[in-house]
């Protein structure tokens, strides 16, 4: 296993830059491309129900991945700065943004960490879902770079898996707590995964990949220690991806366990805002 960070991120940022060519041809769907290419501005239920008018706001996408909702944005009216570390996002992204008559949106290569020494603050909002912090070990500091991007006033709009959810697996038909939470900066989980998670059956060549748990806890506590005052905070019952083979449609390209489960919490969201 690397023992740093910068190998970490390394062999994540290769397995990224292959999924981005397989995500971008959509062949299952998850990414509803056609239903962008024709103009649509949706993002999933949680979000639109949670994140409010941003027409006239400046804001930045982290982690915007090859920049579907940060062109969705765009087209609500934001002006929108997309950040993500893989060369080939970005590219894909920049295509994307040509192709659908927005070169005002701005895509920049690079770690969510260097983001305040490439990108100037001043933000409104910081806009952050779905798969974000399981790729960052330092939360702490991942904070700080969203309180440096805000203006004061501005807010952060963050949903993504819940950690509770992040602990499971699927074993035997059964969902198991499998993973401690909290992972440790340094002790990240390993992963192996021969394709990736929209049902494309491509084979990865990049197949490790390092992450980490966060509780909420560990979340709201580093906002508020970077200077962030929490507004709300919500769980839900529905995730946008298939997390586990015994999941079913839950609508609007939701998922959720079926039935014969328990309900448990897939998801949380949350809006803090920079203090003055
Ligand atoms: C699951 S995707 C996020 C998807 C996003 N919700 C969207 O708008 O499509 C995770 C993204 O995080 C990026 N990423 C992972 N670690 C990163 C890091 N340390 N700095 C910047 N981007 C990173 C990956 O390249 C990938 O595009």
Redesign the pocket.
């Known amino acids: 296993m690397p023992s740093d960070s910068d190998a970490y ?1 390394t062999a ?2 290769c397995n ?1 830059d292959e ?2 060519g397989i995500h971008r041809r959509d062949a299952g769907g998850s ?1 509803r491309i056609d239903r962008f290419l024709e103009g649509d501005d949706r993002l999933h239920s949680i979000e639109d129900g949670e994140l409010g008018d941003v027409a006239g706001r400046r804001l930045l ?10 062109l969705r944005l765009a087209r609500r009216g934001a002006a929108v700065t997309g ?4 060369p080939a ?1 970005i590219a894909a992204a920049r295509e994307l943004a040509g192709r659908i008559g927005r070169p005002d949106a701005v895509f920049v290569e ?4 260097d983001v305040p020494d490439v990108v100037a603050g001043g933000f409104d909002i910081v806009f ?5 912090i399981c ?2 070990p330092d939360i702490p500091r991942w904070a700080g770079v969203i309180a440096r991007m805000l203006r004061p006033g501005g807010f952060l709009y963050f949903a993504d898996g819940h950690p509770a959810m992040q602990m499971l697996e699927e074993i035997d038909g059964r969902l198991l707590p499998t993973y401690p939470q909290d992972t440790p900066p340094d002790r990240p989980l390993v992963f192996e995964a021969a394709t990736t998670y929209t049902g494309d059956p491509t084979p990865l060549a990049a197949r490790r990949t390092y992450q980490w748990i966060h509780s909420i806890s560990r979340v709201v506590n580093a906002l508020i220690g970077a200077g962030l005052t929490l507004e709300r905070l919500d769980e839900h019952r529905v995730l946008p991806w298939r997390m586990f083979p015994m999941f079913v449609p839950a609508g609007d390209g939701l998922w959720r366990p079926p039935d014969s489960q328990p309900a448990i919490p897939l998801a949380v969201s949350l809006t803090a805002r920079r203090r003055a």
């Open positions: 991120f994540n940022r990224w999924r981005v990414y996408h982290l982690q915007c991945h090859f920049g579907l909702d940060t950040v993500d570390f893989s996002a690079a770690n969510v960490y952050t879902t779905w798969g974000t790729w960052l």
